[in-house]
């Protein structure tokens, strides 16, 4: 599971940390629609996204993508936002019957991530 964490607490840190998923959130929905539609993406999202992008998409293309991914979908589809909101999804998959969530570290420090979970139970 990618999992992006703010490294405070502001608004600004969490506003990044959902924005860095969110620009490989575009991606997949540009590039793997059948997937994103298999997890629950609404066709009316993937559609105007696919307006977008092309193949193979350009770097300004995904930006510009992006802006149209609301949060909501970020979250759905990743563990992103502050330590307490990637921890909540992270123990979302558990309860559904995930017993060994791997996480893929995005942003700039890991390090950030492992705190984040270091003495989580």
Known sequence: MVCSVASSDSEED??????????L???YLG????IMKASGVPKSLLDEVGSVLTWPATHEQ??????????????????AGTAEECRDKVRHYIDNGCTTPVL???GPDPRVMIDAFADWD
């Open 14 to 23: 969490r506003r990044a940390a959902l924005d860095g998923a969110r620009m």
């Open 25 to 27: 959130v575009t991606q």
């Open 31 to 34: 590039q793997q629609p059948h």
């Open 62 to 79: 995904v930006t510009a993508a992006s802006k149209l991914v609301p949060d909501e979908i970020v979250q759905m589809l990743c563990a």
């Open 104 to 106: 893929y570290p995005l």
